[in-house]
């Protein structure tokens, strides 16, 4: 079964430092991957989104990810972390099922920038 | 682009009574809308599929009559919670597929609270 793992309940960085947020998935073909951000209270933005072509793609808010088929990994990453950048950070898996397409969640990642 | 709203974004009603929960794609038109539960610090479990113009597919588990899904436009799907009960208190979110590529755009939630 299709399933995403972030291994990482909750990260806590220095406001400028990089991040690095992991991503695992299980699935037999190539899957559409996606990184969603949720501030509290609110839905869900798109970060970026990895279909096929170039494994390192770029999103919203000076974040990127790359895809690595030997790994089956999809981390998400940043630079250089502001304070705003505190949030929840699910990557997902997107794939059809039920002659629809779905979304499988992993548990998410909660980021704490410390000033 | 790709904007999708939830109105109303909090309810508060009475055991036993229904309540109804919009999800519009604001600037592009969604034949397919999913509907999620958000328990709290966890993340989105699907609840169903909202097709345009056709009966929603449920997740294993979820009550069809309870949750009543209904897609009549490209732009709009309504969810209804009928005969609520304290235990249904949560934040729904839903969503609507960009067709083309099948991204699905969130809406900002709306937090139920039955008492």
């Known amino acids: 079964a299709q399933s995403v793992t972030q291994p990482d309940i909750h990260i806590t960085v220095s406001e400028g430092a990089s991040l690095e947020l992991r991503c695992n998935y299980s699935y037999g073909a190539t899957p559409y991957l996606f990184w969603y951000v949720q501030s509290p209270g609110q839905g869900l933005q798109l970060l970026l989104k990895?279909?096929?072509?170039?494994?390192l793609v770029q999103g919203i808010k000076g974040f990127e990810a790359e895809f690595k088929r030997s790994q089956s990994s999809f981390n998400l990453r940043k630079p250089s972390v502001h304070w705003s950048d505190a949030a929840e950070y699910f990557c997902?898996?997107?794939?059809?099922?039920?002659?629809?397409?779905?979304?499988?969640f992993g548990s998410g990642t909660r980021l704490l920038v410390r000033p | 682009g790709a904007v999708v709203s939830q109105h109303p974004s909090w309810v508060i009603c009475k055991s036993g009574t229904s309540v109804k929960i919009e999800c519009r794609s604001l600037?592009?038109?969604?034949?397919?809308m999913f509907w999620y539960r958000q328990f709290p610090k966890k993340s989105l479990m699907l609840m169903a599929t909202?097709?345009?113009?056709?009966?929603?597919?449920?997740e294993q588990g979820v009550e069809k009559d309870k949750f009543l899904i209904n897609h009549a436009s490209l732009t709009l799907s309504t969810l209804t919670v009928t005969s609520a009960h304290p235990e249904d208190s949560s934040f729904y979110i839903c969503?609507?597929?960009?067709?083309?590529?099948?991204?699905?755009?969130f809406g900002p939630g709306t937090r139920l609270l039955v008492l």
């Open positions: 990895y279909f096929s072509g170039d494994t």
């Open positions: 909202s097709n345009e113009g056709s009966k929603a597919t449920y």
């Open positions: 969503s609507a597929v960009l067709s083309g590529d099948g991204t699905q755009y």
């Open positions: 997902a898996v997107g794939n059809w099922m039920d002659s629809s397409y779905k979304l499988i």
């Open positions: 600037d592009f038109q969604a034949t397919t």
